[in-house]
């Protein structure tokens, strides 16, 4: 069993490194500020400094470092009023913020060389840091909060030693992914032996031309025997090799499941003491071993959750006595494996949600509310909190924001849910290793993506018939029911090889995210292996399309897609409220022609048109619809104005000076608003002229008949 000193220096050993990279992560994002161009990108920087204080903050309190903990607080509280104002940091805001984090380097220097700062260090700073939100708050209207206060209660020996040799994590991250790559170079050496078996195929063949080959043909079959053989063997060799090493260093990267659990018990113990409540923690599964890098990015998203179960489900004892329940609240925290992924469970006995004041927070009416289940995963966008006042321990709503960041960064998805007996469960799902990923490769135009296995239900084919609308949102019918979908090349600015057609076989990946099943089409299938996973760098840190790049046994670059990212936007693929259309109408049976540059407006008015009955073909530009004309012929064209090489206008004249088509029906609907536009339209021979944004597919459906 570990003794108290021993769990708080290791603790605290965390702490030290944890205060060292936040401080420098909090200067770079100051000077990244100082240097940024426009007013969105400060703001961007200022919300990132902000959770960066807050966590922060959160381990500090952890572990009583009452100091770094008071600084925190009060940049949190200058750097909250700022991005709720939409205004940026001016100077001497940035200069005072640039002196709290040198002295959050000194606390972190201090605690280095074993010495514990003192409650009031970096007293002068936190004065100046509370004058500045006092005049800033006196501004603004905001309240002000007491500074947290006490000391540190651990301390530190530096004569502590455990008599073992201590790696470094660095170290440990590189032979995994020499190890990894060796197991994607036996990929290689497998493609090499199979091109050496079909060579010597060929050879055989060449025997068997004429004579004056044979003697040449046996030689290059027999080499290449010898090269097909040995390959194998040495692939053999390589693979046992490389999979024993592979094994050995996971090994040696893996602790405990309860090591992320560390100092969670004094957590729930000081902020149920902080609120005049009483709780309790129990950690089921904490001997569960998992990967560092996944222990080590999963301990601040524990923390949150923990504070967020007792700050606001667990009840005082009052309420709680009232309600039935037992004085002391609980909160669990379990871990379970299934397959390749672990699965990690924080939930509480409390009150659970507040729905109505969620609404609230959220921004909806409860008319609005149609699904429980996404008004609760609102609770994670930002901004949001259920907290009805703003204090030292809640109500900035960053903290679960923050939660979801985190369990992303780890490829990893964050659910939210009820407890049947009242309370709430957050239940996150990730990986068990970050270096390698099970990977089903995916064509999308000349790019290649690969989404995680372990997300993937199953591949479909998509059929037009298949694409239906339901309420306001339009769907995919699949074996599975009817679910949202994504177009992935439109999502990812790719130009698919189906282009606008989706009248022909779609191949679409079932995959398995927060809120159910969604599709994503693709363009094709190319197969399913292990890659190693590279980090994709502080440039695109923060697009969460994608998780990870890897590479390819050709050499080529295939980024990992972000499930969770991909399934929100299948939440979005949705009709505006003005043109839903509550029931079909009787079918026209006519041959439309839709022509814009826009692919989500062609596809919108698309779908209107064939739910009515209509035989719908696409173009992207007026000259692309004079050729399909040409060809196809149609009934009728709808066409936007503004369009490269030939706009709406132009291209009605054309259809005006053809003698073929003279006489089909042409109807404008653009977003320019003056008359004189609408004037030039009908001049040009248009049928009818649309605004967009007064666009009602009712009324559209009625112009249609009208003019045909």
């Known amino acids: 069993m570990t003794k108290p000193e021993e769990f708080d220096r290791e603790l605290l050993h965390m ?42 903050k959160g381990a500090a309190g952890l572990l009583q470092v009452r100091g770094v903990e008071a600084i925190c607080h009060w940049m949190e509280e200058i750097l909250s009023i700022t991005v709720n104002g939409q205004h940026a940091l001016e100077k001497p805001e940035r200069d005072l913020l640039l002196s709290a984090t040198d002295a959050i380097s000194d606390a972190a220097r201090l605690l280095e060389t074993g010495e514990a700062p003192s409650p009031a260090h970096g007293e002068s700073v936190v004065d100046a840091l509370k004058a500045a939100t006092a005049k800033e708050a006196d501004r603004s209207g905001k309240p002000k909060l007491d500074p947290p206060s006490g000391g540190l209660k651990v301390q530190v020996r530096t004569s502590d030693t455990d008599g073992s040799m201590r790696v470094s994590a660095d170290r440990l991250d590189t032979l995994l992914y020499r190890s990894g790559a060796l197991l994607s170079f036996n990929a290689t050496m497998r493609r090499h032996a199979e091109e050496a078996s079909s060579l010597r195929e060929q050879a055989r063949k060449l025997r068997g031309i004429g004579p004056e080959f044979t003697a040449q043909a046996a030689s290059i079959e027999s080499g290449l025997r010898e090269l097909a053989t040995s390959l194998r063997q040495n692939m053999r060799v390589m693979h046992s090799a490389a999979t024993a090493l592979d094994r050995e260093v996971r090994h040696a990267r893996t602790q405990p499941f309860a090591e992320a659990c560390r100092g969670f018990d004094r957590v729930v113990r000081d902020v149920a003491a902080a609120s005049g409540k009483f709780a309790e923690l129990e950690i089921k599964g904490g001997d569960i071993e998992i990967d560092r890098s996944i222990l080590s990015g999963l301990h601040d998203s524990l923390r949150h959750l923990v504070r967020n179960a007792v700050a606001h489900g667990i009840q005082p004892p009052e309420e709680r006595r009232a309600a039935g329940k037992p004085e002391k609240g609980r909160v669990l925290i379990s871990a379970s494996i299934t397959g390749d992924r672990m699965q990690v469970r924080v939930e509480d006995d409390g009150r659970g949600f507040d729905v109505a004041l969620l609404i609230r927070a959220a921004g909806e009416t409860l008319e609005e509310v149609k699904d429980e289940a996404e008004l609760l995963r609102r609770v994670f966008d930002p ?133 159910g099943p969604i599709a994503a089409l693709v363009d094709a299938v190319a197969g399913e292996q292990e890659l190693l996973a590279r980090p994709l760098g502080p440039r695109l840190a923060n697009v969460r399309r994608y998780s990870a790049g890897m590479v390819l046994p050709d050499g080529r670059i295939a980024l990992l897609l972000n499930v969770a990212a991909l399934a929100e936007a299948a939440a979005e693929t949705r009709l505006p409220e003005r043109a839903r259309v509550s029931q079909p109408l009787p079918a026209a049976g006519r041959k439309v022609l839709v022509v814009d540059d826009s692919k989500y407006v062609r596809t919108l008015v698309k779908l209107i048109l064939e739910g009515a009955g209509y035989d719908v073909t696409m173009a992207g530009n007026g000259e692309e619809a004079l050729d399909q004309l040409r060809d196809r012929g149609a009934d009728m064209v709808i066409a936007d104005v503004d369009m490269p090489s030939m706009n709406g206008f132009e291209l009605t004249e054309a259809i005006r000076r053809s003698e073929r088509f003279t006489d089909t029906p042409v109807v404008l609907v653009t977003g320019r608003e003056t008359l004189e536009d609408k004037v030039r339209g009908l001049r040009a021979g248009a049928n009818a002229y649309l605004r967009k944004d007064q666009f009602d597919a009712q009324h559209f459906l009625e112009t249609m008949r009208r003019v045909v």
């Open 15 to 56: 702490f030290t490194q944890e205060v060292g990279e936040r401080a420098s992560d909090m200067e770079r994002a100051l000077l990244a500020i100082e240097d940024a161009g426009g007013p969105d990108e400060k703001l961007r920087l200022q919300e990132q400094l902000l959770r960066t204080a807050h966590s922060l």
């Open 383 to 515: 901004g949001v909190s259920t907290s009805p006042t703003v204090t030292n321990l809640s109500g900035r709503g960053i903290g679960l924001d923050i939660v979801k960041r985190n369990v992303e960064t780890l490829r990893g998805t964050a659910e939210v849910s009820r407890v049947p007996t009242g309370g709430a469960a957050f239940t996150l799902t990730l990986p068990l290793t970050l270096a390698t990923v099970r990977t089903l490769e995916v064509i999308v135009g000349e790019h290649v993506f690969a989404i995680d296995t372990a997300s993937v239900q199953r591949v479909i084919w998509v059929h037009a018939q298949d694409f239906v609308m339901s309420g306001d949102r339009c769907v995919v019918s699949t074996p599975i029911g009817p679910i949202p979908f994504v177009d992935l090349g439109n999502w990812l600015g790719v130009r698919s090889s189906r282009g606008d057609n989706i009248r022909q076989t779609t191949p679409a990946i079932v995959a398995d995210a927060p809120g």
